[in-house]
């Protein structure tokens, strides 16, 4: 048997594998691109082959955070390895560098730290985001457009290179849309009691994980339970029956959201690292009024990066927000800086963190970014009578806009956006399945009356 004949053969027989588990089949492919994936690049930064993108660990340059926090999370693993348990848990650290740790004292007995010690906690990140995408998908349109969500998750570059990294974001990204999918059961699936309290304490736990992660991203996460809170009512009253089960999932969720703020002492521990003696700005707001929040947040962003350098990406640093008038004359360009940047312009410049490659790389993304943006258009009118569409669509929107309004480096709103960004991909695979059964389905009866012309030309 040929190359040929024999990739032919692969092909159909994980196709017939996808048919019968697909699951499995995202997993398996998964797994393999992810692992492929961060051995390049680890080979790359130990052989200085882009020494000024990948340092000798496999760090990139466009995740700095990794350099910043490495010996913090090695200190952890010695802790943990040489002091116990008891001492790790007890000492002061943010979640997720703590969960990697574990990994380096475990893994790390070799080479110590690099990325592919990470890899395995890496690696069930980004398949548990391959999973709650194709689950998501499915659950709103079909099987295609659940596998076209996938492959544009799985294979979209700066993703794949982010989830390879020492970052917080493939846990938030993992906690966002396990509440996200639990909210679009909640409208589609009629619960047991059971069913309702499972449903609520792990949708609560999410929020905790996003509190405790990244706590400026708190209000993103009331806004999507207000969206569903609404929408869950809104299926109540079309469907002219209660939902009692689905509303202790609700209640249990709200009062999360009520509680983990009059708390937020007890999860310090897990947001803070040892050398800094208090939150940073981004944790303290809470108690202050949503406009004043804002105004904090995006101040906090003043041109600089989190190691001191000035940034390159910086944008409409010179207006500030003295008052509510101000943040609602600014809303349409936050508009426009949340759905289209970086623009145009961006993308052939040469940023103080990636030389022009990265630029161009993020100029490509964004470009089929504005494409799946009008595909998504088609996508919210195909199921616009369906209300996880509207959960999706107002979910991606509140956090793109919110994003645009607080964010002035548009190479953290690129990276921050990845939790609002994958239901768009969903609502854009779901419009470009929709279109193409469109097209197939309008040449089949094109062909149909054609050959059926073609008989009646002949029996005449």
Request: overall charge positive.
């Amino acid at each position: 048997m040929n190359l040929k004949g024999a990739s032919s053969l692969l092909v159909a027989k994980m196709r017939s594998v996808y048919r019968r588990r697909p699951l499995l089949t995202i997993v398996i492919l998964g797994a393999a691109l992810h692992l492929t994936c961060t051995t390049a690049i680890f080979i790359t930064g130990r052989f200085a082959l882009m020494p000024s993108q990948f340092d000798a660990y496999g760090i990139g340059v466009f995740a700095h955070d990794g350099h910043l926090l490495q010996p913090e999370v090695e200190a952890l693993a010695e802790t943990l390895k040489g002091e116990g348990l008891t001492a790790w848990a007890r000492r002061p650290s943010t979640l997720h560098l703590k969960l990697y740790s574990v990994f380096i004292a475990v893994f790390g007995f070799w080479s110590g730290f690099n990325i592919l010690t990470i890899e395995p906690l890496n690696l069930l990140y980004y398949l548990a985001i391959l999973i709650l995408v194709f689950r998501l998908s499915q659950e709103m349109f079909d099987r295609r457009a659940a596998l076209l969500a996938v492959v544009v998750t799985g294979l979209w570059p700066s993703f794949l290179l982010h989830t390879t990294q020492l970052l917080k974001d493939p846990l938030l990204i993992n906690a966002v849309l396990v509440l996200l999918f639990i909210l679009a059961k909640l409208l589609t699936t009629k619960y047991t009691w059971r069913q309702g309290v499972v449903a609520g304490v792990v949708a609560s736990v999410a929020v905790l994980v996003i509190w405790i992660v990244r706590t400026s991203m708190w209000d993103a996460a009331r806004v999507m339970v207000l969206f569903g809170l609404v929408l869950l009512i809104a299926r109540q009253v079309r469907e002219r029956r209660a939902l009692p089960y689905n509303l202790v999932s609700m209640a249990l969720l709200i009062m999360t959201i009520i509680i983990i703020p009059q708390h937020k002492t007890a999860f310090t521990s897990l947001q803070t690292m040892p050398d800094r003696a208090a939150l940073p700005l981004e944790q303290e707001v809470e108690g202050l009024s949503l406009e004043e929040r804002i105004k904090l947040r995006r101040d906090m962003f003043n041109g600089t990066d989190d190691d001191g350098q000035v940034s390159g990406s910086t944008i409409d640093t010179d207006r500030q927000f003295q008052s509510r008038a101000d943040m609602v004359s600014y809303l349409p360009r936050a508009v426009v800086i949340g759905f289209l940047a970086p623009f145009p312009n961006m993308w052939f410049a040469k940023g103080t963190k990636v030389d022009s490659s990265g630029r161009l790389l993020s100029g490509f993304e964004m470009l089929l970014t504005y494409v799946i943006e009008l595909l998504a258009v088609f996508g919210v009118w195909h199921r616009r009578h369906h209300l996880t569409t509207w959960l999706l669509f107002f979910t991606f929107a509140a956090g793109a806009v919110g994003l645009g309004l607080v964010v002035r480096n548009i190479g953290t709103l690129y990276r921050l956006r990845y939790p609002f960004w994958v239901p768009l991909v969903i609502l854009g695979a779901g419009g470009a399945a929709h279109l193409s059964s469109s097209f197939f389905a309008k040449k089949r009866i094109g062909g149909g009356e054609q050959v059926a012309s073609v008989r009646g030309e002949m029996n005449a």
